[in-house]
């Protein structure tokens, strides 16, 4: 309910500073809706949208569990943390936009340079954390698993894994967030289609009611995804935890 | 089976780069069905010959033997729970060839049954602990190492408790390692206590009790408490003494 307010606030705001800037710049909320309807109805931007999320899918899962591998080995491994940190240091200081464009020279403007190179962007962020969530560890856990002869596995799915998924939950959402924008960059530098792509075109025509009904819809995309994915295996991971009052 | 200790020494170098001698050599063995009772202060080095023992810490000279194929049921000093996991299945966790009827039978015995779906974080101290005396001997344990499973409960639930340790280690014939300040517990459920003096640990004083423990009457255990309160006061006199002299 709370949620629903929110939005309406937002919505009216909107509306009474389209009145005042005027549509060329701020279109107002039907004019937007009008586009995106229009779109819809043509397939464009369902083809747009799925391009997106399938970038995002595909580069999001690969940063994801290699950074997760790795994140895991540094912080259990001293030698791999040493090796591994100037790496790291570079790589998250790295401008996306530079590994983009590198990208695209050595891999060509293709599917698979795009995808990597949003996955590299994400890469770091999600070893950092999963390098700090694997050092938090509680190694008198570790040493009860040991006592009682768990196998690896078993040690590993019900002691070490639980530990993490607030790592893992956590790196998600900033991940997810930061995929979210870096596709866009690399889908308007070098993809013929994409919602970063249309945002290209928008820009290239000053299309603004084009480029609001392309972004507004994504941001939907991700806040419905937030909500039915992200929230939940949160909610999941953490049931355990004493709830707050 | 049995476990044969002999631990020849046990250093450890702190931060600061100084060299700590935490165990002088150490060595005992105790049998299947035996209790063995460590007793010593606090910050003695009882915990790292634990750790020595289960194998956690491999940084020692001597040796010790058990058998490699024995289970290890143990209770530490905290109870080290998975608090993301229920109660019932942190005991199949570590237990997870046991029978349902085993487990309803253990968890009645330590009257857990009310528990079995809470998570540790729900439970207090003393169910906790219960819930870590349940994992241990779930396992069926040939080796069972007890740290401190009594500390910080009031008389009437350690007493229970005690009675109950007591009842589950008649059941099997296993080795059991108990370590403890109280020595009370040590009298009531020992086979042979090992009072060991303050760091770097070294047993000073081997006692056996002879008297079965289901046999050992109230009158019997104050017999062997003031006994040992005499010896222990010899040997701080002797202590004294040799201060003394030198």
Redesign the interface.
Known sequence: MLRLLSFALFLAIWWIAALFVGGAKLPSPPAVLEVMIAEASSGALFLHLGATLARVTLAFTLAMSIGSAIGYLMGRVKLADRLGDPWLILLLNLPALVVIVLAYIWAGLTETAAIAAIAINKLPTAIVTLREGTRALDRSLDEMASVFAMPRRRAFRHVVLPQLAPYIAASARSGLSLVWKIVLVAELLGRPNGVGFEIGVAFQLFDTPRLLAYSLTFAAVVLVIETLVVQPFEARANRWRPRAA | MRLEVEITGKTFTSAAGGTHEVLAPVKFALQSGEVGVLIGPSGCGKSTML?II???DRDFAGRVARPPEA????V?Q?P?L????SVE?NVR??A?DISDAKLSELFRILELEAHRSH?P??LSLGLARRVALA?AFA?EPDLLVLDEPLASLDDALAGRLRDEIATLVASRPIMTLLVTHSLDDAIRLGDRLFFLSPRPARIVQELPITIPRAARSEAEIAAIRTELARRIQAEQDDIHAGRDVS
């Open positions: 750790r289960l194998g956690l289970r290890i049921g143990m530490f905290e080290r998975l608090p993301w996991r299945q966790l570590a997870p998570f974080g729900e994992r396992v």
